[in-house]
């Protein structure tokens, strides 16, 4: 059974930078494509970004695009969002996903002051 297991969210003034991870199991990490999505108070889920299995592809949602990094480390069997510039917007939950709707738990990021 798919796990997928986020970390690294957290309370951030407006400006700064989380990294947040995502730990996988059950499946063959490296044979997947992998996304991170989420979803803000009282929205639905909005995609942020993808990437490829070999990390070599990566595309983002237009209100991310420059500021927030997708990359992933097969060895590990982890994803990883880099999140800089933050803006109060940007406060949701965040979920790593596959590309066929396995998602986590997800972790809360707020960028407040």
């Known amino acids: 059974e798919k796990e997928l297991v986020e970390s690294g969210g957290g309370l951030v003034q407006p400006g700064g930078s989380l990294r947040l991870s995502c730990a996988a199991s059950?499946?063959?990490?490296?044979?997947?494509?992998m996304r991170w999505v989420r979803q803000a108070p009282g929205k639905g889920l909005e995609w942020i970004a993808t990437i490829n299995m070999y990390a070599d592809s990566t595309t983002y949602a237009d209100s991310v695009k420059g500021r927030f990094t997708i990359s992933r480390d097969n060895a590990k069997n982890s994803l990883y969002l880099q999140m800089n510039s933050l803006k109060p917007d940007d406060t949701a939950v965040y979920y790593c996903a596959t590309l066929f709707g396995d998602r986590g738990q997800g972790t809360q990021v707020t960028v407040s002051s």
């Open positions: 059950g499946f063959i990490f490296s044979n997947y494509a």
